[in-house]
């Protein structure tokens, strides 16, 4: 029997890419395990290896479970084709080398995740692509950049990990105008929250890893956009080899069963806990596009329907010694480098997103050495704020457990 496409997105991350399971066959995804796939008809071998008849036979190029994962995502995030990687900065880093040549210049963000940042300061340059950064929360100036010309345009929205946000769809309108690219990581929204494509993007991609996967099990990343630019960055990345293995294709894909639900409760608890801690007296500032003192909230409001996503972050008062004081107090936290998990996840960026920049360049990006990301997980909000509290409030902190208050 004919199965219709899903429509919607708690619907796409269940059953997207499931519909040619075999009839009488498992009801969950197999994990297609194997390296190559036979054929003893030549003619039918060689139509599948040149593309002439959907179908595998090498698992660097295609395989039945990676092709479910990303038949998923491309459902949800409304693209013509979607590829996979074996990790996040694969699908960066794939798709600026698939599609920029020596001479292009590519307009992007100051405050790009550490990985990203790296690569567009150190590798991009040794092929001579010219990156100019601008102000994140300058629309003006990435638009005058634009125009001044440019092969891509690179956007992170909500930025990591300082949550700023870009208006997707103002600078696209720009972008295109001049007949640039635009590529949009949306790793920290999902697209529960937010579809670029809808607003303009021509290419979404995402860490895999993070909230797709929703377990921090498995690495992967994924590029979404139309079948052309695609199939250009697919052939770039089966020549490079950089696959997605299948087990962590088969791990995503049970990961994204739930994450609609997932993010769901994320973003109600970080919304919860961002609202807690703007009135803490041991917390100099608060990052969130949900607080309604966000810089960019009304942008934010307008291009996330779905919500605001689970990832903050927050400066405590003083330096990284109060940081240092503070991460080892909570208990409902994982300290690591990662984000997007069932398990809330905390850290500094001087450990997590930007430990490859240096403090100087740090500071210089807008991230001070106080700064704190805390990715919210799906416990109950009531346990993680206590969590805070008494890590904030413990003696030797500033606040109301301290010996005096510190002004904000």
Same mark, same amino acid.
């Given at each position: ?102 001479g292009d210049r590519i307009v992007t963000v100051k405050d790009t995740y550490g990985g990203t940042n790296q690569l567009l300061r150190e590798f991009l340059p040794r092929i001579n692509v010219d990156v100019c950064y601008c102000d994140t929360a300058d629309p003006a100036q990435i638009e005058a950049e634009i125009r001044r010309g440019c092969r891509m345009v690179y956007l992170e929205t909500p930025t990591n990990p300082t949550l700023k946000i870009v208006d997707i769809e103002r600078t696209a309108r720009v972008a295109h105008s001049t007949g640039a690219t635009v590529v949009t990581d949306n790793t920290f929204a999902t697209p529960i929250n937010q579809r670029p494509l809808d607003l303009g993007s021509d290419l979404v991609l995402h860490s895999a890893s993070k909230f797709l996967g929703g377990h921090a ?36 894909? +049970? ?29 100099? +500032? ?121 002004? +904000?």
């Amino acid at each position: 029997m004919h199965k219709p496409q899903p429509q919607q997105s708690g619907t796409q991350a269940v059953w997207g890419g499931e519909e040619h399971l075999p009839a009488g066959g498992t009801t969950q995804v197999p994990i297609a395990q194997s390296v190559s796939f036979g054929y003893d008809d030549l003619d039918q071998w060689q139509e599948v290896a040149l593309g002439q008849r959907s179908d595998h036979i090498y698992s660097r190029n295609t395989n039945p479970t990676v092709a479910v994962f990303e038949e998923k995502v491309r459902l949800l995030e409304g693209a013509e084709a979607a590829v996979s990687f074996a990790s996040g900065m694969a699908a960066i880093s794939n798709t600026l080398f698939a599609l920029l040549k020596p001479g292009d210049r590519i307009v992007t963000v100051k405050d790009t995740y550490g990985g990203t940042n790296q690569l567009l300061r150190e590798f991009l340059p040794r092929i001579n692509v010219d990156v100019c950064y601008c102000d994140t929360a300058d629309p003006a100036q990435i638009e005058a950049e634009i125009r001044r010309g440019c092969r891509m345009v690179y956007l992170e929205t909500p930025t990591n990990p300082t949550l700023k946000i870009v208006d997707i769809e103002r600078t696209a309108r720009v972008a295109h105008s001049t007949g640039a690219t635009v590529v949009t990581d949306n790793t920290f929204a999902t697209p529960i929250n937010q579809r670029p494509l809808d607003l303009g993007s021509d290419l979404v991609l995402h860490s895999a890893s993070k909230f797709l996967g929703g377990h921090a099990d498995a690495l992967g990343g994924i590029v979404c956009g139309p079948k052309d630019l695609i199939h250009t960055i697919y052939h770039y990345r089966e020549i490079t080899g950089a696959a997605l293995d299948p087990f962590a294709a088969y791990l995503l894909i +049970r990961g994204m069963k739930t994450l609609q639900i997932r993010v769901e409760r994320q973003n109600a608890n970080a919304l919860k806990i961002a609202q807690y801690l703007e009135q803490h007296p041991a917390i100099a +500032r608060v990052c969130y596009p949900g607080l309604e003192t966000h810089p960019q909230h009304e942008v934010a409001k307008r291009q996330m329907p779905g919500g605001f996503g689970g990832v903050m972050s927050f400066v405590l008062e003083g330096d990284y010694e109060a940081v240092k004081a503070f991460l080892p107090r909570l208990h409902f936290a994982h300290r690591a480098a990662n984000l997007g998990a069932v398990e809330t996840t905390v850290g500094p960026p001087a450990t997590t997103s930007h430990v490859e920049v240096s403090a100087p360049d740090r500071a210089a990006m807008g991230i001070p050495e106080a700064l704190v990301r805390y990715s919210t997980g799906i416990e109950d909000v009531r346990d993680l704020i206590a969590d805070l509290r008494q890590a904030l409030e413990a003696p030797g902190n500033p606040g109301p457990g301290s010996s005096g208050n510190v002004a +904000r």
